[in-house]
């Protein structure tokens, strides 16, 4: 293994266009087995020299060759590789990575080589050994010695079998009895084969080396033979045939989950409040799915799915849908003519036509059981709108029979079968009456859905009776073979210019209230999750900006920008994951809140919750967070090593 430098120069950029030149023209050859000890003044350019053959800054000018291949002209793949597998970088402060614990600060760097969990650990807790921190594998980089992490530098220089070890005054920061320590470990490295390259202001620490290279002001002025070289050159063939794949997702994650778990409180804070956006998309999606399944299923309850009714539209207020429920009922229906029932018998898919009567009012009608009184708000006649699947109890009226809302009757509906009652209505200022007997129930016993709108269904010829006159038809039913012929015929019935059921328009309204309602939470939703978004953003800004000094460490043992990149996508995806979840449970509890007071109001659930809608709002949480990581990611991954490493 040969390493050639030839006329190496490099100057440094101050302010808009001054430079400093702090190497001028160094040529040096080493080659494996030797063990260089460079000396030289503060400033002298000793660390810019080991940056430049650690490939950390390619700004200079000059060769250096490996093996007769100039660094210089590589890629940033090839100086990624060659940092990564040729290259051991030994630091002053020791640059060990405060949240990782020793193991996982020396396998690291296999990480980022692509090497197996096993193999990793296997050959990591092999060198740690070596250096004497066998026993140390579980502490963190806080719970050791000066010496200690120092060892550990050495251990993770070493891990990736390097043909190059670079140490920046490694025993700078440490006492003299240390340094001797450290120094005995690196001695053995030449060994091996490889070449060490020291930087030390230590006399008796360079007097151990095979050789000594004075520096001064950027030129070489001194380059001394001590011993032969400690090992042979020919040992070491360079690893060539090492993998090279990039960090995987799941290292990727792993690593910033380690980091995450040092600031507990931070995560935790943000993910709550990133969670505020994603709860509010998830009942919205769900309050919308059960107000729609109650609202279909109450309809279902009251009437025939498979008849669709017909109304003359409404004179005043131009026919328009009326403001308030109140004035659509107090409105009486106008009665058709011939000519509107042969149109409506005209619409496709129509089976039946049927022709019925109702009225509604808030004052005109009651039923007298025994000594108590019921008012009632719609009399209608019987038709096939109506079926004994409508039926809660008892059967649907013969001749002289009523079928009752269940829910006129507040206690015990179902005493009142079969009861005969006297039916009052008063029409054009006369009170009528009859004598019925209830046949049977409508609607849901227990059911208080529509409780102050009850009606009362009796046949067409009982109601002319009741009345004393004939009754022209003022609804119109039309039935169809199948329910998918339903909204064809509800289609045609719009187009012609008359109007569905009562139910409906009260459907459409509250379809109307939910859309309000859905536009009130879809901006609170969004807003939240912009600010969720910028929280997110300017943590992970925050995480990079407190991490500069690592990012330089990881960069320096062969980082590739990818691999960065992923490590800081892997935080905002945890956050995305963990505000997600968050967001999903305090919805759901939520939720089964608002569920309990609608149980108990309308005896239903109003939130309905659906797998699409949670996984929805975890894929939006996800998201976002991913996105709100992609510029503190780029900007992690943009970052000088030379200068993040001189970060203090
Ligand atoms: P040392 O021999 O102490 O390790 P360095 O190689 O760190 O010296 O620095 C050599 C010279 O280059 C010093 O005078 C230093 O001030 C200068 N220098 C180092 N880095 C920069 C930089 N990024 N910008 C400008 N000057 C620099
Ligand atoms: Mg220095």
């Known amino acids: 293994m040969k ?13 808009r266009d001054r430079r400093f030149t702090a190497l001028r023209e160094v040529s040096l050859d080493f080659q494996g087995g030797e063990l260089i000890s460079i000396l030289g003044e503060s400033g002298s350019g000793k660390s810019t020299l080991m940056n430049l053959l650690g490939g950390l800054d390619r700004d200079y000018q000059g060769e250096i060759r490996l093996n007769g291949q100039d660094i210089h002209k590589y890629s940033e793949k090839e100086l990624d590789h060659y940092r990564r597998n040729r290259i051991g970088f030994i630091f002053q402060s020791f640059n060990l990575i405060p949240h990782l614990s020793v193991l996982d600060n020396v396998t690291i760097a296999m990480t980022l080589s692509g090497a197996s969990q096993e193999e990793r650990e296997e050959r990591a807790r092999e060198i740690l050994e070596e ?4 026993d140390q594998l579980r502490k963190k980089p806080s719970q050791l010695s000066g010496g200690q992490k120092q060892r550990v530098a050495i251990a993770r220089a070493l891990i990736n079998d390097p043909d190059i070890i670079l140490a920046d005054e490694p025993t700078g920061s440490l006492d003299t009895e240390t340094s001797a320590q450290i120094l005995e470990i690196l001695r053995k490295i030449p060994a091996m084969g490889k070449l060490v390259i020291m930087v030390t202001h230590s006399q008796q620490v360079a007097a151990l080396s095979s050789r000594i290279i004075r520096i001064s002001d950027g030129r070489i002025v001194e380059d001394r033979k001590v011993t032969e070289p400690l090992g042979t050159s020919e040992l070491v063939q360079g690893g ?9 997702f799941l290292a990727a994650t792993r690593l910033a989950l380690k980091n995450m778990a040092e600031k507990p409180g931070r995560n935790i804070l943000v993910s709550l409040g990133a969670s505020i956006g994603i709860t509010s998309v998830i009942l919205m999606l769900s309050i919308g799915s059960g107000v729609k399944e109650y609202m279909t299923s109450t309809m279902n309850q009251y009437v025939n799915p498979l008849v669709v ?3 003359m539209k409404a004179e005043e207020g131009g026919g328009s849908e009326p403001a308030n429920p109140g004035s659509l009922m107090m409105a009486e229906k106008k009665p058709f003519e011939e000519a509107d029932l042969e149109k409506l018998a005209a619409i496709p898919k129509v089976s039946l036509l049927e022709k019925a009567w109702s009225s509604t009012s808030f004052t005109d009608f009651k039923i007298t ?9 719609n009399l209608a006649s019987l038709s096939a709108n109506i079926t004994s699947e409508n039926v809660a109890a008892g059967s649907l009226p013969g001749e002289g029979e009523i079928l009752v809302a269940a829910s006129l009757f507040p206690e015990d509906p179902e005493s009142h079968l079969g009861e005969e009652i006297t039916l009052t209505w008063r029409l054009e200022g006369k009170e009528k009456t009859g004598t019925y007997r209830i046949s049977g129930l409508f609607g849901e016993i227990s059911s208080t859905g529509m409780e102050n709108f009850h009606y009362v269904y009796m046949n067409y010829q009982d109601l002319e009776d009741l009345a004393g006159s004939s009754l022209a038809a003022n609804t119109i039913y039309l039935s169809a073979a199948s329910e998918e012929d339903v ?9 012609l210019g008359y109007e569905g059921s009562m139910e409906e328009k009260l459907l459409a309204m509250f379809t109307e209230m939910l859309d309000v309602m859905t536009y009130i939470l879809t901006a609170i939703a ?3 999750l912009v600010v969720s978004a910028i929280m997110i953003l300017v943590v992970l800004y925050i995480s990079v900006v407190e991490r500069t000094r690592e990012i330089g460490v990881l960069k320096a043992i062969g980082a590739r920008r990818k691999d960065i990149r992923s490590i800081f996508l892997g935080e905002s995806f945890l956050i995305g994951l963990s505000s997600g979840l968050v967001g999903v449970i305090s919805a759901v509890l939520l939720g089964q809140l608002i569920n309990s007071f609608t149980q108990r109001l309308y005896d239903t659930d109003l939130v309905l919750f659906t ?5 929805f709002g975890l894929g939006v949480s996800i998201t976002i967070s991913i996105l709100a990581g992609i510029s503190p990611a780029a900007r992690a991954a943009r970052l000088d090593p030379v200068e993040s490493l001189r970060r203090e």
């Open 526 to 528: 969004a807003i939240s």
């Open 131 to 134: 250096v004497g921190l066998g």
């Open 369 to 377: 059981a025994g000594e108590e009184e019921y008012p009632f708000q």
């Open 309 to 311: 009714e017909v109304n």
């Open 487 to 495: 909204p064809g015929i509800k289609e045609a019935v719009a187009d």
């Open 240 to 248: 060539s045939g090492k993998k090279n794949k990039t960090l995987s």
């Open 611 to 615: 797998l699409s809608a949670i996984l």
């Open 3 to 15: 390493l050639q430098i030839r006329n190496v120069s490099k100057e440094y950029r101050i302010g």
